[in-house]
């Protein structure tokens, strides 16, 4: 098995060049044999033309396929050695194209510069292209000079890999060229109808709502009952005059709304809708000072973000955005760093912490587990979904269901549904937002 998988990219690159696919293969014994067998050896006249101008197309094709294969090399490696000035962001590249950074969000049609001709003039044959890296198969030529490519899900890499593929249109011969090329690249997570999310607050350490919970700070303004080795200074001797009791002063403990956030987004399969909301979140009126607290205002006036992967936080709106888009490249993670994070980022101050997660559970909820019961802070989980359920289908439709697979909604909700059920023993409070309605599902929708 090792030495199988050690020889594929060998086969593949075989298979890549070598002109003929298995239907040109096939075609071309089948009328050799027919070609023999009938019009040789019966001289029938009827086999004899038909097996020359299969053949003689076969071979037509091959020619052709072959000549348009050079001409897309030659016409790449020409647009490579194309004279430009170099720039800052590609110091080793001479074709300013290149350097364009291409920015657009998923699901929405992207203009990329790619220099290659596109075969339209010519007989017989065509000109396809598919992404190998990142994958998406959504790619047209548009120019020369341009091609158009929608991408499904979020993107941040700095090269693409392509699969120029030439065949005819009889799908007798075909030659795939696979061409790595520096374009930088950034696709956002699509935002769905997100307007207005509800403010994620909850309760630290402060000086407005008194609380047993709360931390020491301020007057002592509140008293309890005299402890042995309590200084004699903070005696209440008033009260000791009325009811012959020994109080002493203490701090109140008070409970405060939380001005500070520290985010983390875990990255996992089936983030995409997480990752949009997540956006959506530090895109709302990210740099202006909220009035009130109904303002929509991100995660908040004060906030500390970082997602898997990145060796440290930011606090910057487009500093956090990359590193979401840069998380796609390590779903493995699975929240590896939010506790070093998490109990970083408590080291200058009580905060709330606000997990962005996945809808499938995954090693990442035993580290938000981990968390709660090794930080005493308050925890909030979001999750976003891509639609929440379809309809029952009909009665009458049940003995087709078994021949259909169900649809994707239903599946989400499974996995949701059991990711909540594991989240219910840490006693977080868990957000599910749905990325396409706009709102926030309720707990009486959670069961699938």
Same mark, same amino acid.
């Given at each position: 098995?090792?030495?199988?998988?050690?020889?594929?990219?060998?086969?593949?690159?075989?298979?890549?060049?070598?002109?003929?696919?298995?239907?040109?293969?096939?075609?071309?014994?089948?009328? /050799?044999?027919?070609?023999?067998?009938?019009?040789?050896?019966?001289?029938?006249?009827?086999?004899?033309?038909?097996?020359?101008?299969?053949?003689?197309?076969?071979?037509?094709?091959?020619?052709?396929?072959?000549? &348009?294969?050079?001409?897309?090399?030659?016409?790449?490696?020409?647009?490579?050695?194309?004279?430009?000035?170099?720039?800052?962001?590609?110091?080793?590249?001479?074709? +300013?194209?290149?350097?364009?950074?291409?920015?657009?969000?998923? &699901?929405?049609?992207?203009?990329? +510069?790619? +220099?290659?001709?596109?075969?339209?003039?010519?007989?017989?044959?065509?000109?396809?292209?598919?992404?190998?890296?990142?994958?998406?198969?959504?790619?047209?030529?548009?120019?020369?000079?341009?091609?158009?490519?929608?991408?499904?899900?979020?993107?941040?890499?700095?090269?693409?890999?392509?699969?120029?593929?030439?065949?005819?249109?009889?799908?007798?011969?075909?030659?795939?060229?696979?061409?790595? $090329?520096?374009?930088?690249?950034?696709?956002?997570?699509?935002?769905?109808?997100?307007?207005?999310?509800?403010?994620?607050?909850?309760?630290?350490?402060?000086?407005?709502?008194?609380?047993?919970?709360?931390?020491?700070?301020?007057?002592?303004?509140?008293?309890?009952?005299?402890?042995? &080795?309590?200084? /004699?200074?903070?005696?209440?001797?008033?009260?000791?005059?009325?009811?012959?009791?020994?109080?002493?002063?203490?701090?109140?403990?008070?409970?405060?709304?939380?001005?500070?956030?520290?985010?983390?987004?875990?990255?996992?399969?089936?983030?995409?809708?997480?990752?949009?909301?997540?956006?959506?979140?530090?895109? /709302?009126?990210?740099?202006?000072?909220?009035?009130?607290?109904?303002?929509?205002? &991100?995660?908040?006036?004060?906030?500390?973000?970082?997602?898997?992967?990145?060796?440290?936080?930011?606090?910057?709106?487009?500093?956090?955005?990359?590193?979401?888009?840069?998380?796609?490249?390590?779903?493995?993670?699975?929240?590896?760093?939010?506790?070093?994070?998490?109990?970083? *980022?408590?080291?200058?101050?009580?905060?709330?912490?606000?997990?962005?997660?996945?809808?499938? *559970?995954?090693?990442?909820?035993?580290?938000?587990?981990?968390?709660?019961?090794?930080?005493?802070?308050?925890?909030?989980?979001?999750?976003?979904?891509?639609?929440?359920?379809?309809?029952?289908?009909?009665?009458?439709?049940?003995?087709?269901?078994?021949?259909?697979?169900?649809?994707?909604?239903?599946?989400?909700?499974?996995?949701? $549904?059991?990711?909540?059920?594991?989240?219910?023993?840490? $006693?977080?409070?868990? $957000?599910?937002?749905?990325?396409?309605?706009?709102?926030?599902?309720?707990?009486?929708?959670?069961?699938?």
């Amino acid at each position: 098995m090792k030495l199988l998988n050690a020889l594929k990219p060998t086969f593949q690159r075989a298979s890549n060049g070598f002109p003929w696919t298995p239907l040109g293969i096939a075609s071309a014994l089948l009328f /050799a044999v027919l070609l023999k067998t009938y019009a040789f050896q019966q001289l029938d006249l009827v086999w004899l033309v038909v097996s020359y101008g299969a053949l003689g197309l076969l071979a037509v094709s091959t020619l052709l396929v072959i000549a &348009g294969t050079l001409r897309v090399h030659l016409g790449l490696r020409s647009a490579a050695r194309a004279p430009g000035p170099k720039s800052a962001s590609n110091p080793g590249s001479s074709n +300013p194209e290149n350097t364009v950074v291409v920015d657009t969000i998923a &699901g929405q049609t992207a203009t990329v +510069p790619f +220099p290659c001709p596109t075969l339209a003039r010519w007989p017989l044959i065509r000109l396809r292209r598919s992404w190998a890296q990142p994958h998406t198969t959504d790619v047209r030529a548009t120019t020369n000079r341009t091609e158009q490519a929608r991408l499904h899900h979020r993107v941040h890499t700095q090269q693409l890999t392509r699969h120029l593929i030439i065949e005819d249109v009889l799908g007798l011969c075909r030659v795939t060229l696979t061409r790595t $090329h520096h374009q930088p690249l950034r696709c956002l997570p699509h935002t769905g109808t997100l307007n207005q999310l509800p403010r994620f607050l909850s309760m630290t350490g402060g000086d407005e709502i008194p609380h047993p919970m709360g931390i020491d700070d301020g007057d002592r303004t509140d008293i309890r009952r005299y402890v042995a &080795g309590d200084p /004699a200074r903070f005696l209440h001797w008033k009260v000791f005059g009325r009811t012959r009791k020994l109080m002493v002063r203490i701090p109140e403990r008070a409970l405060s709304q939380s001005r500070r956030t520290v985010a983390y987004f875990v990255a996992g399969p089936g983030d995409e809708p997480t990752a949009g909301v997540a956006t959506h979140m530090l895109t /709302a009126n990210p740099s202006s000072t909220p009035t009130g607290l109904g303002a929509p205002t &991100g995660l908040g006036i004060e906030w500390t973000f970082q997602a898997d992967g990145q060796a440290s936080s930011t606090r910057h709106p487009h500093g956090a955005i990359d590193q979401i888009l840069k998380a796609s490249t390590t779903p493995n993670q699975q929240a590896a760093g939010l506790h070093t994070f998490v109990q970083t *980022a408590l080291k200058e101050g009580p905060a709330q912490v606000l997990v962005f997660a996945p809808h499938q *559970a995954g090693p990442w909820v035993e580290q938000v587990q981990a968390l709660v019961r090794t930080q005493n802070v308050p925890v909030q989980i979001l999750i976003g979904v891509d639609g929440w359920r379809t309809p029952e289908p009909p009665r009458w439709m049940a003995p087709l269901k078994r021949h259909h697979p169900p649809p994707p909604e239903w599946a989400q909700a499974t996995k949701l $549904h059991a990711t909540l059920q594991q989240l219910g023993r840490s $006693h977080c409070h868990v $957000h599910v937002v749905d990325r396409m309605k706009g709102r926030e599902i309720s707990p009486q929708e959670f069961t699938p």
